[in-house]
């Protein structure tokens, strides 16, 4: 039988890292043994819709990297793939249930119940639909709420992919809704039916799910159908890694990190290493690689920390892999010299982990480059040397020569052209080769912390630094 997984997220606006991550697993489990993945939406609580969610979190995944074979927005052999339109189907399952004994339409009304659940908060005790559970079952006509009439109390175990054994059982066993009074049905039914229809061979959900297992093994049973494989995925911790991550502790959508600058080639590396570990050391890795090396056996069934440290290395990884162009395109970058900002490329790699920092950098520190600076003399001058061994305007009229009719095009060039200038400042008297060096380096940046003078020439060109050396000399 060929692997078959689905992300089923609920259109609630909010794309949660966690969500992202079983979406992931899920895909790479299924890509690593040619299977599909399904993208079905789950509906059902119209009161937790949030509009235009659908569209985010098509937006989210493709932006991972993450496609489907079958889904909401490219249909399938199953289709819909969108619970609320798929009522005719959890209907003729309800009716099949009704038929075998194992539903019954809800004869109280919601007041009714309420005085049950009053009765048993007061008297200390769970409360239990399955108590109240009428004798005979009447006819549905659709406008109550259909229950599952629990076949058996009895405790379950189950064998998880991830986990292992599990066990729940009596306390979880309830009467519970399958069809709601408004016709649409509870999450508990419907998943279990959408699962049928379409063929999942395994389900990949969070921690959450594991106490109302024993609700779902009953409703297979009660189907008479063969349940899919369970993986449980690990929680995802805040960062310190004492508590699962809530929105209230800053959990962030998934396209934050996007528009952080985050690569989506590092964010599925990194969201991939959340809970789960290749066997071997290698830990940056394409989704190819990824999806070669997973092992749904390996993920680890304890919490996995969110360290954004760890995301911020792994993207400066995959922007160090970016030639020039991509870099500048895929970052949104932008510059009022575009020659220029290709040649700073390399400073930016070098220096920023995201691309948030990159044009932080490009409007900030860096933005000398592209805006001639205005350097004041008290800096310009104050590494000259006490002894005057070098003055700030014979070391700046020496580059100037030099530089004149030079053909400087890397940083490597400008040292060989510039350095011996240096030495010979360190050989003549104090100050040392900075009795040169400074001066050039604030000449052309205008700032006290800057990259070295000779990548600095080579950013620049020949041109433009001789005009900034001109300007400096202009006001000695
Ligand atoms: N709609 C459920 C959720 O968003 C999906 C759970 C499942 O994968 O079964 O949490």
Excluded at 53 to 69: F, K, Q, T, V
Excluded at 163 to 181: H, Q, W
Excluded at 440 to 458: E, H, K, N
Aim: hydrophobic letters at 40%; proline letters at 5%; a negative charge.
């Amino acid at each position: 039988m060929s692997v078959r997984t689905r992300f089923a997220p609920s259109p609630t606006g909010f794309m949660h890292i966690g969500g992202v991550r079983t979406a992931l697993f899920a895909w790479l489990f299924a890509r690593k043994h040619g299977g599909q993945f399904i993208l079905r939406i789950e509906d059902t609580d119209k009161a937790r819709e949030v509009e235009g969610s659908i569209a985010h979190i098509i937006e989210s995944l493709r932006w991972l990297g993450i496609e489907w074979d079958e889904g909401i927005d490219i249909g399938g052999p199953y289709e819909p793939y969108l619970q609320s339109k798929r009522v005719e189907s959890y209907q003729t399952y309800a009716r099949q249930l009704i038929a075998s004994g194992f539903a019954y339409p809800d004869p109280y009304t919601e007041a009714e119940v309420e005085v049950f659940r009053q009765k048993a908060i007061d008297e200390k005790r769970p409360f239990l639909y399955r108590d109240h559970r009428p004798e005979t079952f009447g006819e549905w006509d659709g406008t109550q709420s259909l229950r599952f009439c629990i076949p058996e109390i009895k405790r379950y175990t189950w064998t998880d992919l991830v986990r292992g054994e599990l066990t729940a059982g009596e306390e979880a066993l309830d009467d519970f809704i399958l069809i709601k009074a408004d016709g649409l049905p509870t999450y508990n039914f419907a998943h279990v039916i959408d699962d049928l229809e379409m063929k999942i061979t395994h389900i990949m959900r969070g921690e959450e799910f594991i106490s109302s297992t024993p609700k779902f093994l009953a409703l297979y049973e009660a189907l008479g159908i063969v349940r899919p494989e369970i993986a449980t995925m690990p929680v995802i911790l805040g960062e310190a890694g004492t508590k699962k991550l809530g929105k209230r502790d800053g959990a962030k959508d998934i396209l934050e990190y996007r528009d952080e600058g985050i690569l989506p080639e590092a964010m599925m590396n990194f969201l991939a290493l959340l809970g789960w570990h290749p066997s071997g050391d290698q830990e940056l890795m394409t989704s190819a690689e990824l999806i070669e090396a997973f092992d749904v056996t390996h993920l680890q069934k304890g919490g996995a920390k969110l360290d954004e440290v760890k995301l911020h290395f792994i993207n400066q990884h995959w922007m160090r892999q970016l030639n020039a162009h991509d870099f500048i395109v895929r970052g949104n970058l932008e510059a009022p010299d575009r020659a220029l900002l290709e040649r700073a490329v390399p400073v930016l790699m070098e220096r920023a982990q995201t691309f948030d920092e990159a044009r932080e950098m490009l409007t900030g520190e860096l933005a000398f480059l592209f805006n001639a600076p205005t350097p004041s003399i008290e800096s310009l001058t104050e590494k000259e040397p006490a002894d005057k061994s070098t003055t700030t305007k014979e070391a700046l009229l020496s580059i100037k020569e030099l530089l004149a009719g030079s053909t400087v095009s890397t940083a490597e060039d400008a040292k060989a052209l510039l350095m011996p200038l240096a030495d010979e400042a360190e050989a003549r008297g104090k100050g040392g080769r900075g009795a040169v060096l400074w001066p050039l380096r604030y000449a052309l940046s205008g700032q006290q912390r800057s990259p070295d003078p000779f990548t600095l020439v080579a950013l620049l060109g020949v041109e433009e630094s001789l005009r900034r050396v001109d300007s400096a000399l202009a006001i000695l």
